[in-house]
């Protein structure tokens, strides 16, 4: 299925409004309630759309701190990589993970209370982390930015051609 205009509308009213009625979607999209509704199921059954989950105010929760951890890995070999993927996944702190390419293996994105509360994340969780011979924690002071989804992605313009692209 390509997606079209009235397509990329609807994404990006829901990125903004995860909880958009059909009546508003199809406001944001120019269509008809009922159409942006199906055409929202499509999107939701093509897989364009993985599901919905509010934003939190981690704030709000007394988890101010965004922590990013740059892993190293003393092998790449696939059980090693396996390994600490499962644990990463086991470990109830950790909002993210992601595999990098150049000197560093793993960034993984945490919330935690303050210091004190990452000192223990630290010591209970990453560093039972199998594998690891080096770990860098990188503290966020400010979020300037946090998307879902770029404007780019959603605008239609194909970017490798270097034109306007309708289709995706």
Excluded: W
Excluded at 100 to 121: H, P, Q, T, V
């Amino acid at each position: 299925m390509a997606i079209d205009s009235f397509d990329r509308a609807i994404l990006a009213h829901l990125v903004e409004h995860g909880n958009a009625t059909q009546a508003e979607l199809g406001e944001a999209a120019n269509l008809s309630g009922p159409a942006a509704g199906r055409r929202q199921r499509l999107l939701e059954s093509q897989g364009y759309i993985k599901g919905y989950s509010p934003r939190l105010d981690f704030g709000k929760f007394g988890f101010g701190a965004l922590v990013m951890v740059l892993i190293q890995l003393e092998k790449q070999a696939t059980s090693m990589l396996e390994a600490f993927e499962q644990a990463v996944c086991a470990s109830p702190s950790i909002l993210s993970c992601h595999l990098l390419s150049g000197s560093e293996d793993y960034l993984l994105s945490l919330r935690a209370r303050d210091l004190d509360d990452f000192e223990r994340i630290h010591r209970d969780e990453l560093s039972k982390l199998p594998g690891v011979t080096r770990m860098q924690s990188l503290f966020s002071l400010r979020e300037v930015l946090s998307r879902t989804a770029s404007p780019a992605i959603l605008s239609g313009h194909d970017r490798r051609a270097g034109g306007q692209g309708g289709r995706a």
